[in-house]
């Protein structure tokens, strides 16, 4: 059974940065691309950005120019840099294949206060 391992979230002040992990539990990484989701509460699951297996690489226009999604095949491990965080990006993040093809880790909480 796939396990999707997010890490790397925490309290951070406007502005700030944040790097996530996603590692992921057996060794299918390659095959698929992948994607990076958030769910703040009361609102529905969304996707954030997703890089496929060419290196091609999607952002939420919300996120553009702040956020960068690399992955490290030999790892099997997805990332998300997260620079210049707004408020509004406080949310539980987590991985999984473009398309969701794997149950859902347990996220990893970023939250965005002063």
């Known amino acids: 059974q796939v396990q999707l391992v997010e890490s790397g979230g925490g309290l951070v002040q406007p502005g700030g940065s944040l790097r996530l992990s996603c590692v992921v539990s057996r060794n299918i990484f390659s095959a698929y691309s992948w994607a990076w989701y958030r769910q703040a509460p009361g609102k529905q699951r969304e996707l954030v950005a997703d890089i496929y297996s060419d290196g091609s690489r999607r952002f939420a226009d919300s996120v553009k120019g702040r956020f960068t999604i690399s992955r490290d095949n030999a790892e099997s491990t997805l990332y998300l840099q997260m620079n210049s965080l707004k408020p509004e990006d406080t949310a539980v993040y987590y991985c999984?294949?473009?398309?969701?093809?794997?149950?859902w880790g347990q996220g990893t909480q970023v939250t965005v206060s002063s």
């Open positions: 999984n294949t473009v398309g969701m093809r794997y149950a």
